[in-house]
């Protein structure tokens, strides 16, 4: 195989040598969305300059466009560029598996393991570390969609709507969308760039609705195969479909897929509990691959607690199957589909107007989903109360963990203040954790 990390970058590499660099970037890609695309920026633009950085940047917009994971989607556009379907399947595929493969490993031993004392001591730690991590990612997210006054306000709106209001999340986005198309209507950017308009028109839309159609029929006939073999109500199919409104729904993230998420995981579904969302997303903090594999976790246990008859390994993995179809072949159909139109959508001023109002919403999601966990982490109950439409989470005082507020500060301390890496936090948290138990504390 030809070696393409020498002096010479390769411009126009052949689909085996790009092969082995997605592979490597796949094995490679810890530490969320932001260093997963700070390392293809590197090894794609700095390194082999496989694509120019202007280009690089007008995908990583439009992938911040799309619903689901920005990094993957971003892997996925440059395969195909360079290689049409093959490549970006490939490029894909390859940023997931690795991740996916490792995580459904430990979501089997954390089923089969989970109550053991040492393992519960660890993922203490991990609970009280995840929940500094969403901090850290909500005041990163805050700094990078807070742009004017117009922006807290919609955050601050978005906040109160879900918290208190529990209002849906497909409903917020539509109404910051609309929020932020009409702000950038009333500011007066609605100048175009001709140039690109000019490329999209060049598309035939023959062939944009017929790769629109061919990836939504290989999305959907799957689950609704499954629906069909065991029945809409069981666990499977209803993975099925819960999964693929989340991946229709969710913009800004892996963040806001947890917003979206975890509440109704836990309380509708009943799937898993608070705690057990924290200690997967623990999971996909520690291992490469997207931070939206936690959703794999939330659908092995699903599956292998209600598949029925008992609890299963084999319908714990046909839950992760599934979970993992629902969220990922989406991004092929948004990428697929919209890749021609890259160029023209960044010369959109009122399409990223509306984009703005979302990612403004996201913050108001994410503190949701901070506060929401900070809660059933410290504490040991939580009650929901409600007053006609008024909802609000109350903690009983009396319950709080004071190991975990203990484990929580130094995490913050690490990460906040000193800016450690996320996975040796985690490991630290961990082994402060598994500590406190051997003293017996």
Request: proline share 5%; with cysteine; charged share 10%.
């Amino acid at each position: 195989m030809l070696d393409t990390t020498t002096s010479q970058p390769i411009t126009n590499p052949t689909y085996r040598q790009a092969l082995a660099v997605w592979l490597r970037i796949g094995l490679l890609s810890f530490g969320g969305p932001s260093g997963q695309i700070a390392l293809m920026h590197r090894m794609l633009v700095d390194e082999r300059k496989w694509i120019d950085d202007g280009r690089f940047l007008n995908a990583l917009n439009f992938c911040m466009l799309l619903p689901g994971p920005e990094a993957m989607q971003l892997a996925t556009y440059i395969g195909w560029r360079l290689h049409g379907i093959r490549g970006g399947l490939t490029a894909g595929l390859l940023f997931v598996l690795p991740g996916a493969c490792v995580v459904l490993g430990l979501s089997m031993i954390y089923a089969v393991f989970g109550k053991v004392p040492t393992i519960e001591a660890l993922f203490l730690g991990i609970k009280a570390a995840v929940l500094v991590i969403v901090i850290e990612a909500l005041l990163r997210i805050a700094k990078r969609a807070l742009k004017g006054p117009e922006h807290w306000v919609l955050a601050a709106l978005s906040f109160v709507a879900i918290f208190f209001f529990g209002a849906p999340y497909p409903v917020l986005v539509f109404a910051a969308a609309c929020i932020g198309y009409l702000l950038s209507v009333r500011q007066g950017t609605s100048a175009t760039d001709k140039a690109a308009s000019d490329v999209a028109h060049g598309v035939p839309l023959a062939r944009t609705i017929t790769t629109a159609l061919t990836w939504l029929v290989v999305w959907i006939t799957p689950l609704l195969a499954v629906a069909a073999l065991f029945g809409k109500t069981h666990v499977l199919s209803q993975i099925g479909y819960f999964f693929s409104k989340l991946a229709v729904v969710t913009f800004g993230g892996a963040y806001a897929v947890l917003a979206y998420m975890g509440q109704d995981v836990a309380s509708q579904y009943g799937w898993i509990s608070a705690g057990e969302m924290m200690d997967g997303l623990g999971l996909a903090e520690t291992t490469p691959g997207p931070l939206i594999l936690v959703t794999e976790f939330v659908g092995f246990l699903a599956g292998f607690r209600h598949g029925g008859g008992g609890v299963s390994i084999p319908m714990g993995i046909a839950g992760a199957a599934i979970t993992l179809w629902a969220t990922f072949a989406p991004c092929f159909l948004w990428v697929f589909t919209g890749g021609p139109y890259v160029e023209w959508l960044n010369s959109q001023p009122k399409l990223k107007g509306a984009l703005s109002g979302v990612t403004a919403a996201v913050v108001g999601v994410i503190l949701n989903l901070a506060i929401w966990f900070a809660l059933h982490v410290f504490f040991a109950r939580v009650t929901l109360n409600t007053l006609g439409p008024l909802k609000l989470w109350t903690p009983d005082l009396v319950t709080i963990d004071w190991k975990i507020v203990v484990l929580a500060a130094i995490s913050a301390f690490l990460l906040l203040w000193r800016h450690w890496n996320v996975v040796l936090v985690l490991a630290v948290a961990s082994v402060g954790a598994l500590t406190l138990r051997l003293m017996g504390l």
